[in-house]
């Protein structure tokens, strides 16, 4: 009976290194898969057009405020 746990025991062990050898190499063909890929670059791009815009549209509102601005003390004086 002892040397049937020893061989399940061995089994089991067996069987859970080829599981984490198998997930281990997954992970890694994963990774490499994701490095490969251009999805990272693209979203660099579309966030610096992002902020690009943003700026551009921060700086069109901040110059219609101070011409309105001007507009209304022109128009008191």
């Known amino acids: 009976m002892n040397a049937a746990l020893i061989h399940d025991r061995?089994?089991?062990?067996?069987?859970?290194?080829?599981?984490?050898?198998?997930?281990?190499q997954?992970?890694?063909t994963e990774e490499q898969r994701m490095g490969k890929s251009a999805l990272?670059?693209?979203r660099g791009e579309w966030l610096?057009?992002?902020e690009e815009r943003n700026k551009h549209l921060k700086?069109?509102?901040?110059s219609?405020?101070?011409k309105s601005?001007?507009?209304?003390?022109?128009?008191?004086q």
Do not use: Y
Not at 12 to 22: A, D
């Open 10 to 24: 061995l089994h089991i062990k067996s069987f859970w290194e080829k599981r984490i050898s198998n997930h281990s």
């Open 26 to 28: 997954h992970d890694d």
């Open 40 to 42: 990272q670059k693209l």
């Open 48 to 50: 610096v057009r992002l």
């Open 59 to 62: 700086n069109l509102n901040d």
């Open 64 to 66: 219609f405020v101070k």
């Open 69 to 76: 601005k001007t507009d209304e003390s022109a128009d008191q």
